[in-house]
């Protein structure tokens, strides 16, 4: 197959389109989409969350398949959700006027910006914390920046935060081509820390002291089942905030074809094996070190060899960094870009968001759980809403089509016009669903709060299908191919 022929905007509306939201150049390969899972899964915090889940007191073979599962699910959203943005060569936020209208688009694209904003700022600062341990180990005399503090940060953890903040800027400032090869190196470049790591902590401890179970705790039958089925939800939604603005990456794919082979290697075997090296690390620390250690970063800064460790913390910084772009960075840009095209460019978008995320002071916010468990919480109650009002919406009352010219038209025969703008039913179904969903996620309803991606995907769809008349098969207001005029006339 050949990349998408792009469409004849000339008479696109001003207010619609810009250089950066319009359909792009399509000559990314299987690979780069491989390197941006490898980028997202190969973190500090991928690194915990894939250690954490050999605590739940299940055996391996339990937890590995628990992953799978899980991480199974992830790539058939990411198979989804990429199809659109691969089929026009647009961005998520233009996507999204698809469904919710080329106005009511702001809604999901901002509810996903500002949550990367959050989670930018606190990726940030817990690299610039690890830079500043490292700096604190080999310059002892830096301690004295530490004692003075500035809207709760010591000086030296703002030279850190504002070094590592203007290093991501710099990557992002160079454009989609630098992040591209940013996020080829940095993803690979873990593996070769990890591998290494595993092994020397296979030398140091050796094998017989390596455990694939973690966990204090035991457990068996129905209650192994239902832990398994907890942890193949907390995997997917572990992925959900990524891979809801995928489509900011496929966009650039030549094929469907490229995009799925990325998913499958970038997901299942990539995930599974990072999993793998993860717990024969975190096991080995125990025998090692006297204790178990769930953090990298305090695993490679105890190696006997400086060079070795300076190295090892360099590379993982770099993988922080990488998530961050890709994860916490790209999807602001574009969503912030979508409200005003044009005013607001792809770089200006992001540095919004970047100036944004000191603003929130993430310190603050990662020092505090409840603050940062009502910010993040309330908005991440929509994100699993927003993929169901999309998926039902372009694969079953649009059947998988979707007009690129449409998307740029502000006409009021525009085929994604609906009223002023806006289509008010997926609006309504994605509110309704979020407010059930923040219930769910704030109350002590036990272990259902994990499932609340799920639970406000499939409500938000059946509420769609309800509002917009699709399960009554009212073509009138259902059917987005149905220009607004003849729409009126039909109802």
């Not at 691969?86 to 509810?111: D, E, K, L, M, Y």
């Not at 940060?153 to 991501?168: D, H, I, P």
């Not at 973690?214 to 068996?220: D, E, F, I, R, V």
């Not at 940062?372 to 994100?383: E, F, H, K, S, W």
Request: proline share 4%.
């Amino acid at each position: 197959m050949t990349p998408q022929t792009p469409p004849d905007l000339s008479n696109a509306s001003k207010r619609l389109i810009n250089e950066d939201l319009a359909p792009c150049e399509q000559n990314w390969s299987w690979y780069n989409i491989f390197s941006f899972w490898m980028s997202d899964v190969h973190s500090v915090g991928g690194y915990v969350f894939a250690a954490s889940l050999f605590t739940l007191g299940l055996a391996s073979w339990q937890i590995l398949v628990s992953m799978l599962v899980g991480i199974l699910v992830v790539q058939v959203f990411a198979n989804l959700i990429s199809r659109p943005s691969q089929q026009t060569g647009v961005p998520f936020p233009v996507v999204c006027r698809q469904s919710f209208g080329i106005h009511g688009a702001n809604i999901p694209a901002i509810i996903r910006g500002l949550i990367a904003v959050v989670w930018y700022g606190i990726q940030t600062y817990l690299a610039a914390h690890a830079l500043m341990l490292v700096l604190l180990r080999y310059v002892p005399s830096l301690e004295g920046l530490t004692e003075t503090q500035l809207f709760g940060l010591s000086q030296l953890g703002w030279y850190c935060f504002l070094f590592m903040w203007v290093l991501q800027a710099l990557v992002f400032w160079w454009g989609m081509n630098a992040v591209r090869r940013f996020i080829d190196f940095a993803g690979p470049a873990v593996y070769v820390v990890m591998f290494a790591l595993a092994g020397w902590i296979v030398w140091q401890a050796g094998w017989d002291n390596i455990s694939f179970t973690l966990g204090s705790k035991t457990l068996s039958g129905s209650d192994a089942l239902w832990q398994m089925v907890i942890a193949a939800a907390l995997v997917a939604g572990y992925f959900a905030g990524p891979t809801l603005n995928f489509g900011d990456f496929s966009r650039y794919c030549a094929t469907p074809g490229d995009v799925k082979r990325g998913n499958f290697w970038g997901l299942p075997v990539n995930f599974l094996l990072f999993a793998v090296i993860t717990v024969v690390v975190v096991s080995g620390t125990q025998p090692i070190f006297g204790e178990m250690l769930h953090d990298p970063m305090e695993t490679v800064a105890r190696i006997d060899n400086g060079v070795a460790a300076a190295l090892g913390i360099l590379t993982l910084v770099l993988a922080t960094i990488g998530i961050n772009i890709v994860a916490n960075f790209v999807s602001p840009a574009f969503d912030f870009s979508n409200v005003a095209p044009s005013r607001i460019s792809w770089r200006m978008g992001g540095m919004l968001a970047a100036i944004g995320s000191i603003f929130i002071t993430p310190w603050n916010l990662f020092n505090n759980p409840e603050i940062i468990q009502y910010t993040v919480g309330i908005l991440a109650a929509a994100i699993g809403p927003v993929y169901g009002v999309i998926l039902f919406d372009h694969y079953l009352v649009n059947k998988g089509g979707i007009n690129a010219k449409a998307l740029f038209t502000d006409s009021t025969e525009g085929e994604y016009f609906f009223e002023k703008g806006v289509n008010v039913a997926a609006v309504k179904a994605l509110l309704v669903s979020s407010a059930v969903t923040l219930i769910i996620s704030f109350l002590p309803l036990g272990d259902i709060t994990h499932f609340t991606l799920f639970i406000g995907g499939l409500m938000a769809a059946g509420l769609y299908g309800i509002f917009s008349g699709y399960w009554l098969g009212d073509a009138a207001s259902a059917r987005i191919y149905v220009p607004a005029g003849v729409r009126q006339k039909m109802s």
